[in-house]
Each structure stands twice: as structure tokens, then as C-alpha cells.
């Protein structure tokens, strides 16, 4: 017997059938003998409707009254869930955001939790009932309602199965796991059966959307295995777990890649101190998140070319900051490129495998992609390159580390 | 500067164009230097559409969750209407049942309001905000969401004027006000500028569906004066408020009809005592309110005539019930009939005014119609007769009383 947190995304909830189903699939984990506690988005475009509903009213809404809102989606979704439950028999209870005290901070909108009070659900656990939660919204000090943010109900499941000290928290998706590289674009990826939180962070933020980056965080810091699987089938998934010593022979897990990313480039910069921070401070304020930044030697003595990337979103706003500090600091030429993409392997292997960035290296080579800045941390590699060469490089790069091919670890 | 609390239902909110008229009709009261609190209602419709997600999940959903699911839709009212009221430039904050402490019993789809912390309002209200509070909702000891019924925001009006001390508790709806009867079937209906407190029970409960009666009987135990208007227009509406000294002067105040009732006569019941309670007993354990109910000497010695009235949702079932009884209890014979209609007259003036039922019955002599039962109270004299001779009653009574003149009272 388990203690168990299942959570289901807006597809999986989308309609009264699929409600059913899901009640299905939580009755079969009770019948196995689990308690079970559910957690539950909005269904299925409900949220974006009361966007709209929000957006005709002003384009740009109170944030207090807009959490209001949108937490209705998921209030909608634990009520049939809970009434589904009981109509099939089985004793089952809906809990919002404030009656089990998901207290968060105040940010409005992107919320983070810090603490839920467990009596409630686990004396309904040991009473034989299964809980419902509704995701993505919480209550700040002062009872004001809060929501987490988009795929913020991953992390509401996460954070219930940590204050429970459940035995694994189900993720269920669209998707059947998490795999080495978007199947999309090759065909030869392939589903991981377990993947450290620390290679789930690097995969989440480069890009593999499978969950949201703060619930592997969170799984992380209170040590609670995900079990990301399907929720149109029984076969298992992707555990996200702590980090196990087999998992480092294995040298690369997966291949990512993002091609929402800008260029930006400042030639025959004077190379003094402080140069970088008067370049970089108003981009800051500007609330850009500068990615990658690399700085070398200029062909000009005394002067330095740097490079960074901004999110595409915010390319002309940063482009235009940086042209109006340019003279100010000195420099020369000022460069930009929005037909990039940045292709990364990820591994916590690396750490004790060297090599692996000039395998990397080669296996683009080879290819003929030219790689325009590089930037690397313990566990990653990412690589700019031209983004027409995005699928190539990821192939390339799948091939290289022969990830069609079931690690040790994973075959056992 | 008053203090007010203004009521909006379904229609007035029904969509984003009248949620901004609302939040003018707001602004104007704020404008001429009046603290404001608003309570509203679902959007038209919405709360139908929510019950129909739950029934197809069951035709018998769990009670506790049918209240989570319907009171979203005041939760998306007060967003949008507190956000539309910031867009134009006035500080507003909604309000949730749970954030103001509306204590109701845990009578799920029924709940009685048990007491509103007022503190949290008085002190927006001080910092100059509007405060915007979800209709219809409450929670019991347990926070528990709970709602209040049909009708419901208008009996939270009423309580958070009350609890707030409101000099006055406007519920706009879709008419202009209470009419001596309804002007549907009587041309000659007059608006009434004043009526008391019990006068308005008598109303609303004889069909005049202005009013959640329950909120009539708030704001008579409280002392809250109601005045009902229009939304759409700014006429001065009815005031629903406490007998003043002048109302005993008016006979009759309204004529209202109802023809949701059905009758059911045993004839021949034996006249001993504990015959009516056995009678009774079963159709009350059923749930099934009886509304009037006379006792006549039969024809055969020893024995009697009882008649009463049920409604007609229930007529089968308590029919079914008092044919299997009155062989018990020996009665003779079991009449029904579902083509009746009780029409009454009401006025605080028939406390000091004798007469008025002799008048009643000879206005509807005139026009030849047969009375089946009557039935009296202090403010009330009501009679069955039949259904088809409705409009032609109510018409016959208006004229009787002369209730299209205005009285000496309102014409000051």
C-alpha cells in the first residue's frame, strides 16, 4: 500500500467523459489498496476563456482580481472530479486553495508556496476517502487568493505529495514520459525510464515543457519522486528522482533544443572594469533575462567583443537599450542575429567523464554547422548555432551519444 | 454621505457591456460621496450551465460539491466587476464568502447566513475602496462552501448591510419596483413607493417574486431598509421598510395570485381526535410543505370534510400518500383537484379595518366566481378558486380596493 498523488492537466480533464475516466483510473489505485490524493487542473481552455473574458473588460487587468478569476477553472474541475468519485461510490472529498491553507507569498499570478497544512487530507485518507485538491492556486497571508502561474498545478501536486510524504507523485500528460529529445524532430528518441532532478531542471528550462521547472525544484528540495507517464495508458513512465550513483555511466541523457532566443553582439568594447555592468544594468531593469554571455578578445587591441542572448520576446526592447549605451561605454559596432537556436546535451555523467564537449564539438563538425558561442555548466553543454540548422544539430548530436540505445541502468 | 449596499443579479451582470454600466450606476453613488459595497449575482445563465455539467455527471450529485462548482460563478462576477471598477480609475477589492466570514449552517444548497465579519469592509471603505462581495455564498464552521438558494445575494445584500449597518440596501433588478399586483394580468397595476416588511413576506411568499423572502425576513429582524429599482433606468423604486403609522391607512396594498398549488379533499373522515395528525404525519415525513388547510362538518353525522392544499410538484406523491392512509383513519372518499389558483389581498390596514373580507368575497361574487376555501391571517385573507377564473380575480380585487390610486401616504 502507497500513499499516492496523482495530478491531471486540462486535457485529461476536459470534458464530463474524460472526468469519468480519470475517476476510473483513481478508483483502480484505491481498489489497488493506495490512498490517493488527486490533483487537478482547470479543463481544458477553460482558463483562457476567463482571459478573454478579463481582456474585454481592460487590457490590462488588477492582478489581485485576475487570480479571482482564473482560479475558478480549477474550483469547476474538483467539484465534478469529487461528485464523479461519489456517484461511482467512492467516498471522496474537493479541496480549494485556502481551506487546506496552500499559503503562498503574494506575487499575484506567480505565486510560490510555502507551506500547506496535511491534517485535513490525511485524516480523510485514513478515513478511506480520496481527496481532491484544485491546482495552481493558493492564499497569501492576508486570505487574498493566488495562482502559481501556467503549469502551476504540477507543482501544487508536488508540493501536496511533500507536506503528505507521499510515496510518489504521478504526473499524468499528453505525453508518456520525458525522452532524450523532442520525437518530433527525431524520430530515434527514446522514452527515459529515470532522469535526476537536476537533468529534469536543465531539460524543463531548455526547453522540454513536460513539467514545470519550480515543481522539479520543489521535487527536488523535499526529495519527492515524479512519475511522469501518460494518462491514455497504463505503460510506465519517466521517473524523476534523486540522482543515483548508476545514473552516472551514463554520460549524456538527452538532447535539447531552443530556438526562442536572440543574438546580440557589441564590437571593440574598451576593455576596462565596469563595462559590462553599465552595459547590462538597464538591460536588468529593464526586466530582461539575459541567457548566455560570452566575452573575448577584440581584433582591436585593448577592446573586447561581447555577446549575449535575450528571449525573442524582448529582442527590440533589449536591442534598443543597448544601442543608446553603446556610445556611452564605447563601443564600436553593434551586431544582432534572431536566426539562432541553441542546442544543448545535458548529463549529470559529465561530471566525471571528460571529453564530452569535443565529442559534442565533432559530432556539429562534422555536420558542417558552425557553432557561434558556447556556454557550459557541471552538467551541461549548449551550443549557438544557426537555428536553420536546429534538427540536424539535434539528430546529430542523438546519434553521437547513441541515445537510441537503452543505457545500462536501463535495461536492468 | 450614506452608507449603501448595492444588489445586482444574473441580468444586470450578464455580460461585460452591463458589468460596465453596473460599475458606472457604482461610481455615480461613489461620486456624489457615498461608501459603496456591491453585491452581485452569476452572470445570466451561468449558474444553469453549471448545474448542467454536474447532472451530467448524475442526476443526484453530492450536495457539499454542487456548492463548490456553483458558487464560481459569483467568484468570476466579483473579479470582473472589481477589475473593471479599478480600470476606471476606482480603488475596489472583491470579496469571497470564505474572506468575509460568511457563517452560514452546513445546509448545503440551502444555508442560512449565521453572521458576516464586518471589519475587513469597514476598513476599505475607510481607505475609500469599493467593496465588491460574491452573492449567494457562505461558509460553515468547517469552511465549507455553502450556498444560499435561488434568490441567495439577495439575502447576502441584506446581511452584509446589516452586519455593515448600511443606511440603505438597494437591490436592483429587472422591474422597477413592487406592484400592487402583477402588471402582466392587471394593466392597472401601481407601483408601490412604500410597503412594510410583512406586507413584502406576504408578497413575495404569495408569488410576487421580487424578493428571496429569506432576505425579507433579514431586513426585518436587522432593520434594513430595502429599496427595490430598476438597473436599467434611475427611478425611484419601492421601499421595503419598517410599518410606519400612515401604512395602517391603506387597507390593502397588493393582490397577488398563485397557481402552483393543488388540492386534495377526504371526505367523511370520522371527527375524533389524532385524526389530522395521523393524516399529516406521513406527508410532512415526506418532505412536502401544506399550505392551507380547512376542516368543515361533513354531511354524515359524526364525521368531517378536510381539504388542503400541497404543491403541485408534489400533488402525486402526496396524493399516493393520503390514498393509502384514509382507509386507516376511515375515511369515506378522496377528491383532487390540480386546476385551482389562490388569490389573496394584502395590507397592514386589515389589523385595524374590518370588513375587508366581506368586500373580498363580494367582488368575486360579482363576477361569479365560486370560492373553495379561504383562509385568513392578520395582514392576509386568501381564497381557492379556479384556475381559469385567475386574471379575471386579481383584476376584479385591484379595482375592488381601488389599489390603482395612489394613497394618501405616497401621493405626499
Redesign the interface.
Known amino acids: 500500500m502507497a500513499l499516492v498523488v496523482q495530478k491531471f492537466g486540462g486535457t485529461s480533464v476536459g470534458d464530463?467523459e474524460r472526468?469519468?475516466n480519470v475517476a476510473r483510473r483513481v478508483l483502480d489505485a484505491k481498489n489497488q489498496g493506495h490512498q490517493v490524493v488527486v490533483v487537478v487542473s482547470a479543463m481544458a481552455g477553460e482558463t483562457d476563456k476567463?482571459i478573454r473574458?478579463?481582456q474585454?473588460?481592460?487590457p490590462?487587468?488588477?492582478e489581485?482580481?485576475?487570480d479571482?478569476?482564473v482560479?475558478?477553472g480549477e474550483?469547476?474541475t474538483?467539484?465534478?472530479l469529487?461528485?464523479?468519485l461519489?456517484?461511482m461510490g467512492c467516498d471522496a472529498?474537493?479541496y480549494?486553495g485556502?481551506?487546506i491553507k496552500i499559503a503562498t507569498d503574494s506575487a499575484f499570478g506567480k505565486a510560490r508556496i510555502t507551506g500547506i497544512e496535511s491534517e485535513k487530507m490525511l485524516e480523510d485518507l485514513r478515513n478511506g476517502r480520496v481527496v481532491v485538491v484544485a491546482g495552481f492556486q493558493g492564499v497569501d497571508e492576508s486570505?487574498?487568493?493566488t495562482t502559481l502561474g501556467r503549469g502551476g498545478s504540477d507543482t501544487t501536486a508536488v508540493a501536496v505529495a511533500a507536506a503528505i510524504r507521499a510515496d510518489v507523485c504521478e504526473i499524468y500528460t499528453d505525453v508518456d514520459g520525458v525522452y532524450t529529445t523532442d520525437p518530433n524532430i527525431c524520430p530515434k528518441a527514446r522514452k527515459l525510464s529515470r532522469i535526476s532532478y537536476d537533468e529534469m531542471l536543465e531539460m524543463a528550462s531548455l526547453g522540454a515543457k513536460v513539467l514545470q521547472i519550480r515543481s522539479v525544484e520543489f521535487a527536488k528540495k523535499y526529495d519527492v519522486p515524479i512519475h511522469v507517464r501518460s494518462s491514455f495508458n497504463d505503460n510506465p513512465g519517466t521517473l524523476v528522482c534523486k540522482e543515483e550513483r548508476e545514473m552516472e555511466r551514463v554520460v549524456v541523457s538527452g538532447v535539447t533544443y531552443n530556438k526562442n532566443e536572440a543574438k546580440i553582439e557589441i564590437m571593440r568594447v574598451p576593455d576596462i572594469p565596469g563595462v559590462a555592468a553599465k552595459l547590462f544594468k538597464p538591460i536588468a531593469d529593464a526586466n530582461i533575462v539575459v541567457d548566455m554571455i560570452i566575452q573575448t578578445s577584440s581584433t582591436e587591441k585593448g577592446c573586447a567583443d561581447l555577446a549575449f542572448t535575450v528571449p525573442k520576446t524582448d529582442f527590440s526592447k533589449a536591442l534598443q537599450i543597448v544601442k543608446e549605451g553603446v556610445r556611452e561605454i564605447g563601443g564600436k559596432e553593434v551586431l544582432s542575429d534572431e536566426n539562432i537556436a541553441k542546442v544543448s546535451i545535458i548529463g549529470v555523467g559529465m561530471r566525471s567523464h571528460s571529453n564530452v564537449a569535443a565529442q559534442m564539438f565533432s559530432a556539429l563538425a562534422r555536420e558542417g554547422i558552425n557553432i557561434q558561442m558556447i556556454s557550459t555548466s557541471e552538467i551541461k553543454i549548449s551550443c549557438i548555432i544557426g537555428s536553420k540548422y536546429t534538427e540536424l544539430a539535434v539528430r546529430a548530436l542523438h546519434d553521437a551519444f547513441e541515445l537510441d540505445k537503452p543505457s545500462v541502468t536501463e535495461e536492468k
Open positions: 464530463i472526468i469519468k476567463l473574458l478579463a474585454q473588460v481592460t490590462d487587468p488588477d489581485r482580481e485576475m479571482v478569476l482560479s475558478t474550483q469547476v474538483i467539484a465534478l469529487a461528485m464523479t461519489k456517484s472529498k474537493s480549494l485556502f481551506q486570505e487574498n487568493i
